[in-house]
């Protein structure tokens, strides 16, 4: 990317000319007190644009990523991330008070004139942080993912590159990407923060993609301005809330052969926080700069879903991410609640899969998260505390998933998660050394076990009434 001898990137200058016509057509360009800059002298108007410097920031030039090397603070990151196992998604936004998910302007669909009257209705009295981290907290979950921009372009923090953001536009009136990240900190949680590559709302997401088509926009756009305007939201996300787990990027599938500028944005990141851990749900294998690999409604390398036919696993840090019901964002109707034994299940196989699984909720436009969510967590949390040790700090473990369950390992313990089994044996694959014990660890009680040619078999003591998941220890030989 070339740059003027002063360091400001070529294209950010194509969005000062940009600022001028507007400016000087009385088109307003920034939220109070920018707006106001009709009829404004020149120098003004040089002195905005310099602010939107200052605002997004320049980038070196040159594709810095291809050669992408993670610093120290990335890898140790990296390390807690697999570590940590389990963490929970909140989708949250003006769009929970329609009640129909996050896809309510796509799906229904809802003009942008339309859309603007939303953030009028969205006064969440009853939101608090501090409730929603110590939930997460109590079902074992280790970090936070929110959205603090959904397809719909609205920022859920106070954005002073836009008014359409929850501070302006809302009679709540609060930064709640704030409120929750200084709640985390306080606990001592994770922040990880969803971000929208698409949106519905800007007039420069132009070309359109696959998505986006009814807003009412017209046929215009500029997408080097746009993609300046997201770098510099991701700027204030990286500078005012303290320090953040990574970036959890979306959306870049609606325009897949689109020049995104991947490179300078994950140079931006890995400049502002050298430990933010940057992934993207773009269903394709991971680019240069990308510190985790994430699938969507599926584990690791099953393609269940429809979404990622081509997508291998890579060596990064694994996530998969789930709905309670069908829905990401709340939905007034959706009762299809999955079971507590369900979502054991499923952290149990994510582990298993070397991947860490990452639970949604959607709360309610009044903030409060749904009962039916705040009690799966709860009870999700009592078998977490239990049997955490079978999940936390492991890795996946010597023997595949199949249809029985799933192994898991730290160092010389390797950790047989019996869920969907009734035979009164078990018999699995040989295991990396020699097993020295067997126990069961809901108790502590031995396991009876047979090495033979190739193999081990377990003896299975019975389950017990409503027992999701046998989990039995096995401690192997250390290693010489």
Known sequence: METFPIGIPLDYIGAFAKINALAVSGVPTFKEPYMKISGAPKSLILAGAFLFVLAVGAVPAGNTQ??????????KARTWFQDAKFGMFIHWGVYSVLGDGEWIMETRPINKTDYAKVPAFFNPIKFDPAAWVALAKAAGMKYITITS??????????????????????????????????????????????HSQLDWHSPDYFPRGRTGHHTGRSDSGNWDAYLNFMDGQLRELLTNYGEIGGIWFDGMWDKPDADWHLARTYALIHQLQPQAMVGSNHHKNPFPGEDF??????????????????????????ETAETMNNSWGFNLTDEHFKSTADLIRYLARAAGSNANFLLNVGPMPTGEIQPEFVQRLTE??????????????????????????????????????VLDWNAPVL???????????????????????????????????EPQPEEVDRVIVLELEATK
């Open 66 to 75: 291809e050669s992408y090397t993670p610093s120290p603070e990335n890898l």
């Open 149 to 194: 921009k959904h397809h719909d372009g609205f920022a859920m923090f106070d954005s002073r590159l836009t008014d359409w953001n929850v501070v302006a536009r809302t009679p709540y009136g609060k930064d709640v990407i704030g409120m929750l990240a200084a709640e985390c900190h306080k606990q001592g949680i994770k922040l990880f923060l969803y």
């Open 293 to 318: 690999q994430m699938f969507e409604k599926d584990l690791p390398g099953q393609h269940t879903t429809g979404f990622n036919p081509e997508q291998s696993v890579s060596a990064l840090p694994l």
């Open 380 to 417: 999700v949390g009592r078998w977490t505390k239990q049997y955490g040790d079978s999940i936390y700090g492991t890795r996946g473990g010597p023997v595949a998933a199949g249809p029985w369950g799933v192994t898991t390992q730290r160092g010389s313990t390797v950790y047989v998660h």
């Open 427 to 461: 018999a699995l694959p040989a295991m990396p050394r020699p097993v020295r014990s067997a126990r069961l660890l809901r108790d502590g009680s031995s396991v009876e076990f047979t090495a033979v040619k190739g193999g081990l078999v377990l003896k299975l003591p």
